[in-house]
């Protein structure tokens, strides 16, 4: 099974800042990985799909980058509804594997 | 409008099975796969499985021989059976829905339901 490697587990910042979220596959899987925001209590909302595709309704400040095994979620000027869990995983095949989540908390 | 709706029992004892619907509403059975994802408390999403609009299923390679997904189209479900839960086996359970614009990715989640395995 491809491994979904994420980091860091957990990052802190303040409004306005810039944040980079990275995830890193134990093999080529292309373009085929997806970015999920998590809210507490909350389902998941789809955020990326195919590396650098916003789903639809994602705020611009998102964006998503990398292919093959490298792979990273860049939030510009964080708002306070950013804050919360971030999760990656690829959907290249099956079965589909989550990188073990980032908690971005307000400093 | 899109739902997915999870519903299950709460409480099982370790060893029991474990059956959990998914009623969805907005979209057909047979052009879009429900997926199955669990949360532990505290913890991280783990994919369990995806049963696709031909009825063709995918399960996570460690929980295979335990888990079962299944659905009925007349009746909008999709079900996942677990057997020989243990306590390891608490978690949040959703299904989501993989978007066929998105990839196949989760464009809609249910709320989730909670199992407790504890005796």
């Known amino acids: 099974d491809i491994q979904m490697t994420q980091s860091p587990a957990s990052l802190s910042a303040s409004v306005g800042e810039t944040v980079t979220i990275t995830c890193r596959a134990s093999e080529n899987i292309y373009s085929y990985l997806a970015w999920s925001q998590q809210k507490q209590g909350k389902s998941p909302q789809l955020l990326v799909y195919?590396?650098?595709t916003l789903a639809e309704g994602v705020p611009s400040r998102f964006s998503g980058s990398g292919s093959g095994t490298q792979f990273s979620l860049k939030i510009n000027s964080l708002q306070p509804e950013d804050f919360g869990s971030y999760y990656c995983h690829h959907h290249y095949g099956t079965p589909w594997t989550f990188g073990g989540g980032t908690k971005l908390e307000i400093k | 409008q899109v739902q997915l709706k999870e519903s299950g029992p709460g409480l099982v004892a370790p060893s029991q099975s474990l059956s959990i619907t998914c009623t969805v509403s907005?979209?057909?059975?047979?052009?879009?796969?429900v997926h199955w994802v669990r949360q532990p408390p505290g913890k991280g999403l783990e994919w369990l499985g995806v049963?696709?609009?031909?009825?063709?299923?995918n399960y996570h390679s460690a929980l295979i021989s335990r888990l079962s997904i299944s659905k009925d189209n007349s009746k909008s479900q999709v079900f996942l059976k677990m057997n020989s839960l243990q306590t390891d086996d608490t978690a949040m359970y959703y299904c989501a829905r993989g978007g066929l614009d998105y990839g196949y990715c989760f464009d809609y989640w249910g709320q989730g339901t909670t199992l407790t395995v504890s005796s």
């Open positions: 195919n590396a650098k």
């Open positions: 907005g979209f057909s059975l047979t052009s879009y796969g």
């Open positions: 049963i696709w609009g031909d009825g063709s299923t």
